[in-house]
């Protein structure tokens, strides 16, 4: 069986972003995927708008300031402080959850598809939500615009300078942090530099710091001016001739696009084709928009063997969900429950290299989980899980203050740390895209959309679990078991 139209049209709509609407299920089988590329490329060519969520009594206390007069955080008392971060940590849930709608629902899609690769390239953390909104800003802003001027925008971030303790980086001790990460995990990869680069980079980075409203200052006096010789160049560099040291070495525009291929195309890289997309990046001067549509816009995109090859992100897997099946959840917050329990939750990587993805995505526990998520929120059932206490992880959400728990079950009572999805799915228009579909090939028609294989599923098997009684249900409940398959954590 050949690779249909619109098994390509659907690979790329999961690649350049996070799977087709129930919408575009009428167009997938008839339009080019140069015609949709397009059409993905041109609604991503607006400007983002900032996603803000914190108020501005929160601005007031996190930059500094109470309504008692004190001027600075470490004059706060322990019960002020702890008040603090639990409003900065349900502000971040928030941002955790707005973005998420975004991805859902944008038709930026392959922009903000780009923000997540970048989010995962710059991982960081910090329990201030101003710092993280302006930082999610600049990976929004500049996904798809010059790497160059991404990296010197995160360099020079409040999150990232924190994260990798910059502001302890002075000319009488140098903080290697910030410096070793830049090189190994952000621009140039491991095996390009010796310990010697590492520690006269953190030399020309020192004076780097970020002040409590998040903005970016030069100390000139912590700064060593002296001359440093990094990758065999010498000179009184300061931070910014760093970064363009970096960038100048081709090394950095082939690592870059070897994690893109990675990412976009296949866990397991062909090296030769990532090999020219590195060249192209690099003649390009670092142009992002033109590095994806090398990508997108290629032969070797659409082979067979980069079909439904990489498991999905817990990200894709959630916004992928709701994308074909729009839904309402009244408890949104829940997602965060799930993005723990699937091991990806937006703002807490697990360290600065970020998540490592591919088949570390799944285990015996989580697969099982994810296979569930489709039915618990047709359902409304119960999570039956807790996630991770850890507070840094679940950004506040282990004390539980404000997720729903299931209502009482009658003889058993309350449920303890029984968390529900609840959910109110619109199939209108989902179902109203097979209409013209007879019923004996309705199972067919729903398997090619929401599968990324071309071999699908046994229909014997799936007979079984599948309620035949009224159309509108079998239709339903045939995707609802599709979306429960091995099969579907494949894009």
């Given at each position: 069986m050949?690779?249909?139209d619109?098994?390509k049209?659907q690979?790329?709509?999961?690649?350049a972003?996070?799977?087709?609407?129930?919408e575009?299920?009428?167009l997938l089988s008839s339009?080019?995927q140069?015609s949709?590329?397009q059409?993905i490329?041109?609604?991503?060519?607006?400007?983002?708008?900032?996603?803000?969520?914190?108020?501005?009594n929160?601005?007031?206390?996190?930059?500094g300031?109470?309504?008692?007069g004190k001027?600075?955080?470490?004059d706060?008392?322990?019960?002020e402080?702890?008040s603090?971060r639990?409003?900065s940590y349900k502000?971040?849930?928030?941002?955790?959850?707005?973005?998420?709608?975004?991805m859902?629902n944008?038709?930026?899609q392959?922009?903000?598809?780009?923000s997540?690769?970048?989010h995962?390239h710059f991982?960081s953390r910090?329990d201030?939500?101003?710092?993280?909104q302006r930082l999610?800003?600049t990976?929004?802003?500049?996904?798809?615009?010059?790497f160059?001027?991404?990296l010197r925008?995160?360099?020079?971030?409040?999150?990232?300078i924190?994260f990798?303790n910059n502001n302890q980086n002075?000319?009488n001790h140098?903080n290697e942090?910030?410096?070793?990460e830049v090189m190994?995990l952000?621009?140039?990869?491991?095996?390009h530099?010796?310990?010697?680069?590492?520690?006269?980079?953190a030399r020309?980075?020192?004076?780097w710091g970020a002040?409590?409203q998040?903005?970016?200052?030069?100390r000139?006096k912590?700064?060593?001016?002296?001359?440093?010789t990094?990758?065999?160049?010498?000179?009184?560099?300061d931070g910014d001739?760093l970064?363009?040291?970096?960038?100048?070495k081709k090394?950095?525009a082939?690592f870059?696009?070897?994690k893109?291929?990675?990412?976009f195309?296949?866990d397991?890289?062909?090296e030769?084709?990532?090999a020219?997309?590195g060249?192209?990046?690099?003649?390009?001067?670092?142009?992002i928009?033109?590095?994806?549509s090398d990508?997108f816009?290629?032969d070797w995109?659409?082979y067979?063997k980069n079909?439904g090859a990489?498991?999905?992100?817990?990200?894709e897997?959630?916004?992928g969900?709701?994308?074909?099946?729009?839904?309402?959840?009244q408890?949104?917050?829940?997602?965060?429950v799930?993005?723990?329990?699937?091991?990806?939750?937006?703002?807490?990587?697990p360290?600065v290299?970020?998540?490592?993805?591919?088949?570390?995505?799944?285990?015996?526990s989580?697969l099982?989980f994810?296979m569930r998520?489709?039915?618990?929120?047709f359902?409304s059932?119960?999570?039956?899980l807790?996630?991770k206490t850890d507070?840094?992880?679940?950004?506040?959400?282990?004390m539980?203050?404000?997720?729903p728990?299931?209502?009482p079950?009658k003889?058993?009572?309350?449920m303890?740390n029984?968390?529900?999805?609840d959910?109110?799915?619109?199939?209108?228009?989902?179902i109203?895209k097979?209409?013209?579909v007879?019923?004996?090939k309705?199972m067919?028609e729903?398997s090619?959309a929401?599968?990324?294989?071309?071999e699908?599923v046994?229909?014997?098997?799936?007979?079984?679990?599948?309620d035949a009684n009224?159309?509108?249900y079998?239709i339903?409940?045939?995707?609802?078991q599709l979306?429960?398959?091995?099969?579907y954590?494949?894009?």
């Open positions: 050949g690779i249909t619109q098994l049209n690979h790329l709509l999961w690649r972003g996070f799977g087709p609407m129930a575009d299920l009428s339009v080019s140069k949709l590329y059409s490329l041109k609604a991503s060519s607006k400007t983002p708008q900032s996603i803000l969520v914190a108020d501005d929160l601005q007031v206390m996190m930059m300031f109470t309504d008692a001027t600075h955080k470490k706060l008392s322990q019960e402080r702890k603090l639990k409003q502000a971040i849930r928030d941002l955790n959850i707005a973005w998420l709608g975004e859902v944008s038709d930026m392959l922009n903000e598809k780009m997540l690769f970048w995962g991982a910090n201030n939500i101003f710092y993280q999610l800003d990976l929004r802003q500049h996904a798809l615009g010059n160059g001027d991404l925008q995160v360099s020079k971030s409040a999150t990232m924190n990798l002075n000319k140098p942090n910030f410096a070793r190994e952000f621009t140039m990869g491991r095996g530099y010796s310990e010697d680069d590492v520690k006269e980079a020309a980075f020192t004076g002040n409590l998040g903005d970016f200052e030069f000139k912590q700064h060593d001016d002296g001359v440093k990094v990758l065999g160049k010498t000179g009184h560099f001739d970064l363009n040291i970096l960038l100048e090394e950095t082939h870059i696009s070897r893109l291929y990675k990412f195309v296949n397991t890289i062909d030769q084709r990532a020219w997309l060249e192209r990046f690099y003649q390009s001067q670092y142009d928009k033109s590095l994806m990508i816009t290629s995109f659409y067979s079909i990489r498991i999905k992100s817990p990200i897997l959630i916004a969900i709701r994308r074909m099946l729009p839904m309402k959840i408890n949104e917050e829940v997602q965060l799930v993005e723990s329990l699937l091991g990806q939750v937006l703002f807490n990587p360290n290299a970020g998540w490592p993805g591919g088949t570390n995505w799944i285990d015996s989580s099982m994810r998520i489709p039915q618990i929120i359902l059932d119960e999570l039956g807790k996630p507070d840094d992880v679940m950004m506040g959400m282990g539980r203050e404000s997720l728990t299931a209502p079950i003889g058993f009572g309350k303890k029984a968390q529900m999805i959910a109110e799915i619109f199939w209108n228009d989902y109203k097979y209409d013209a007879p019923r004996e309705l067919a729903i090619r929401i599968l990324q294989t071309q699908g046994n229909p014997d098997v799936l007979k079984k679990y599948v009224s159309r509108d079998f339903k409940t045939t995707t609802i979306m429960s398959t091995p099969e954590q494949l894009c």
